[in-house]
């Protein structure tokens, strides 16, 4: 028996797209992003929210920040008050 090729969604529902983002964003927070416009929706019908995969993955992109090294920070931040930074 072959097994059929794994499809990946290219849309997901509330649900689905808060599964997807790793449960990191409900789906409150969703409709809260959706709402204020800062994420691009589909409504299937008269009802059912859908949010295309490429628009989660741009969504995050954009918002993605640095990590920061904060011992390094601590360290600087220390060494000036000792006036090692003069």
């Known amino acids: ?37 800062e994420l691009p929706f589909y409504r299937r019908g008269k009802g059912k929210i859908m949010i295309k995969r490429a628009d ?8 993605r920040q640095e990590a920061v090294d904060l011992d390094a920070l601590a360290s600087e931040a220390i060494e000036e008050l000792l006036g090692g930074g003069r």
């Open 1 to 37: 028996m072959r097994s059929s090729p794994q499809i990946e969604a290219a849309f997901f529902d509330l649900g689905g797209a808060s599964a997807y983002l790793g449960g990191a964003w409900g789906v409150r927070t969703l409709r809260r992003l959706i709402g204020i416009g």
């Open 56 to 63: 989660l993955d741009r969504f995050l992109a954009q918002h």
